[in-house]
């Protein structure tokens, strides 16, 4: 079965500070890939998504920047955090034959930007 | 745009009462829809789909049926337990620059307590 990781679970950062999440899925290939941002009181908010490797669109202009340097590993970074970045970020995986259009969600990330 | 207006919370429920969150949506095509719930401190968790008109989703006793005419997408439950609190959203699939990804536009979530 499919399981998708991120770390760290919680991060807590100084204001310009550089910045790296990792997301990971194992059990399937050639997955789609997606961070989201929930901040609070804010909904969800995607960021970025993937459909291979090397391949990052992204939909909301900002602070970061994202990259797929392997097939089911996907990386959020920022050169410089602002305090604006803080949330919880949300990686998804989708793309398995049998139930495209579904994504599945990682457990997240909390950060905090002092 | 494709958009997801839920019911305001928080709902707060007594154990075994019945549960409905509304769900409307505004959307070009035919699109799938979702409910995912979020306990405290994690990630989403898929609840139930449905892909196409007149099909019910439904998972561990919640349940939604996907209506068309109404361009909606209701979630229901008979009898709510404590651990149901959480927050749920509803969402919808919309594609994504037709590069075979998909966007989920979501609703701002709807939190539940249950009280015993």
């Known amino acids: 079965s499919q399981t998708i990781h991120q770390w760290p679970a919680t991060l807590v950062q100084p204001v310009g500070s550089p910045l790296s999440l990792e997301c990971t899925v194992e059990?399937?290939?050639?997955?789609?890939l997606y961070w989201y941002r929930q901040a609070a009181g804010r909904g969800l908010q995607l960021l970025f998504y993937?459909?291979?490797?090397?391949?990052i669109s992204s939909e909301v202009p900002q602070n970061l920047s994202a990259s797929r340097p392997q097939d089911r590993q996907f990386i959020l970074s920022s050169k410089k955090l602002l305090l604006s970045d803080s949330g919880f970020y949300l990686c998804?995986?989708?793309?398995?034959?049998?139930?495209?259009?579904?994504?599945?969600f990682g457990p997240g990330t909390r950060l905090t930007v002092l | 745009g494709d958009s997801v207006t839920q019911m305001e919370g928080p709902v707060t429920l007594s154990e075994e009462a019945f549960l409905t969150i509304n769900c409307t949506y505004t959307?070009?095509?035919?699109?799938?829809l979702f409910w995912y719930v979020q306990y405290p401190g994690e990630g989403l968790q898929l609840l139930l789909k449905?892909?196409?008109?007149?099909d019910k989703g439904s998972n561990k006793g919640f349940e939604a049926t996907y209506r068309k005419e109404t361009t909606s997408f209701h979630l229901e439950k008979g009898s709510v337990q404590v651990s149901d609190s959480a927050v749920y959203f509803c969402?919808?699939?919309?594609?994504?620059?037709?590069?075979?990804?998909?966007?989920?536009?979501f609703g701002k979530g709807t939190k539940l307590s249950v009280i015993p």
């Open positions: 993937s459909v291979g490797i090397g391949q």
């Open positions: 449905a892909t196409k008109a007149d």
């Open positions: 959307a070009t095509g035919y699109p799938s």
């Open positions: 998804a995986w989708e793309g398995d034959s049998a139930i495209t259009d579904t994504q599945y």
């Open positions: 059990g399937t290939s050639n997955p789609n």
């Open positions: 969402a919808l699939s919309g594609s994504l620059s037709g590069a075979g990804s998909y966007q989920l536009t």
